[in-house]
């Protein structure tokens, strides 16, 4: 059941999941990216951060990429915050990465995208927060 609706699927992707690729990260703390992510990292998750505006810098103690093919570590969940035009992009970069589930943040929702990695026997979830689900199931 590659989209994940009901909570333990959702559960079961967050329990297996250690290194979580943040697309669209922000250096301000007041956007969500940014905070979903400071949340995420303080409950153990490894965070790969991309966005090309601030490659090579350091978000959180971590270094920020230029795109999803540069990070060099495994990743296992792709958290998507960029809006949802530019999200069949994010998903050809994170299929050639590789990948287990793919996340769509409120607001970054693309229905073609969800059809499509659902097609292919990818895991999805769309319009659902990761930190309030981490929250919530963990």
């Known amino acids: 059941m590659p989209i994940l609706r009901e909570d333990q699927d959702i559960k079961r992707a967050l329990q297996s999941c250690k290194t979580i690729c943040v697309?669209?990260?922000?250096?301000?703390?007041?956007?969500?990216?940014?905070?979903?992510?400071?949340v995420l990292q303080s409950r153990g998750f490894k965070l790969c951060l991309v966005n090309p505006n601030y490659a090579g810098q350091r978000i959180l103690g971590e270094r920020v990429y230029s795109s999803i093919r540069d990070i060099p570590d495994e990743?296992?969940?792709?958290?998507?915050?960029?809006?949802?035009?530019?999200?069949?992009?994010?998903?050809?970069?994170?299929?050639?990465?590789?990948?287990?589930?793919?996340?769509?943040q409120p607001g970054a929702e693309n229905p073609d995208v969800v059809r499509r990695l659902d097609k292919e026997g990818y895991d999805v979830v769309f319009g659902r927060c990761a930190k309030v689900e981490s929250m919530r199931l963990l």
């Open 75 to 104: 990743i296992d969940l792709v958290d998507v915050f960029r809006r949802p035009s530019a999200v069949p992009e994010v998903a050809e970069e994170a299929k050639d990465k590789g990948f287990k589930t793919f996340w769509m």
């Open 23 to 38: 697309v669209g990260i922000s250096p301000d703390p007041y956007k969500p990216s940014h905070f979903v992510s400071e």
